[in-house]
């Protein structure tokens, strides 16, 4: 079985261009509402704790940040 990988020079079709775009899009959209509901299950067991709800948003927010940054990069440089 042989892999055909397109030359470096060769535009990508349409098709895989709006596949490039969309897998990761829903990916993560499912896993930013997984982990949004974990974190909001853990910050119910700690209600009386603002510190650890507030370190919680903050690697939420930092975690799903880099995730897009990554993401956004791993699709440019797909299309270039």
């Known amino acids: ?3 055909y990988l397109p030359q470096a020079n060769h535009p990508v079709c349409l098709s895989c261009q709006a596949a490039i775009l969309v897998q990761p899009i829903g990916e993560a959209i ?3 509402a ?3 509901i974990l974190m909001l299950r853990v910050i ?3 209600r009386r704790k603002r510190k650890v709800a507030f ?3 903050g690697l939420f927010g930092a975690t799903h940040i880099i995730a897009l940054v990554l993401v956004i990069r791993l ?3 797909i299309w270039r």
Do not use: D, N, V
Request: glycine residues 0%; proline residues 0%; neutral net charge.
């Open 55 to 57: 370190l919680l948003y």
């Open 44 to 46: 119910a067991l700690y």
């Open 1 to 3: 079985m042989h892999l």
């Open 30 to 32: 499912s896993y930013i």
């Open 75 to 77: 699709i440019i440089h």
């Open 34 to 36: 997984a982990s949004w």
